[in-house]
Nanobody
Framework: QVQLVESGGGLVQAGGSLRLSCAAS????????MGWFRQAPGKEREFVAA????????DYADSVKGRFTISRDNAKNTAYLQMNSLKPEDTAVYYC?????????????????WGQGTQVTVSS
C-alpha cells in the first residue's frame, strides 16, 4: 500500500511557474514508477508525465513537452513536477499516481495508487 499526497498547486499568471510535489508513504517508494495526470472541468483525465523507478526513463504528453519536467528523489520519497511557461489551458486538478512497473506509463488505469489532487489555475 502506498499513500500519496500532492502539494504545490495554486494560482499563477500565464508564463509563470509552479512545482508540484507528491509525497509518498507506505511501501518502498523506489519500487514504483510515478505518473502525473490532470483533469480539467468537463474533460477526461489526461496523462501529463511519468518517470521510472530510478528516474532513468521519462515520458511527457506532447502538450507539456519542453515546459514540464518530472523528477523524483527516492531518498525523500517524493516525486516532483516542475511546470514552466504555464498556459491557461494547463488549468486542472493535478494528480500523482504510482504503479509497480513502467509499462504503458500513459495509461491511467494501470496505476494502483492515486493522490487526492491539487488544483492548478493559470490566469491569462
Amino acid at each position: 500500500q502506498v499513500q500519496l499526497v500532492e502539494s504545490g498547486g495554486g494560482l499563477v499568471q500565464a508564463g509563470g511557474s509552479l512545482r508540484l510535489s507528491c509525497a509518498a508513504s507506505g511501501r518502498s517508494f523506489s519500487s514504483y514508477a510515478m505518473g502525473w495526470f490532470r483533469q480539467a472541468p468537463g474533460k477526461e483525465r489526461e496523462f501529463v508525465a511519468a518517470i521510472s523507478w530510478n528516474g532513468g526513463s521519462t515520458d511527457y504528453a506532447d502538450s507539456v513537452k519542453g515546459r514540464f519536467t518530472i523528477s523524483r528523489d527516492n531518498a525523500k520519497n517524493t516525486a516532483y513536477l516542475q511546470m514552466n511557461s504555464l498556459k491557461p489551458e494547463d488549468t486542472a486538478v493535478y494528480y500523482c499516481a504510482a504503479k509497480l512497473d513502467y509499462n504503458r506509463p500513459r495509461a491511467a488505469h494501470w496505476y494502483a495508487y492515486w493522490g487526492q489532487g491539487t488544483q492548478v489555475t493559470v490566469s491569462s
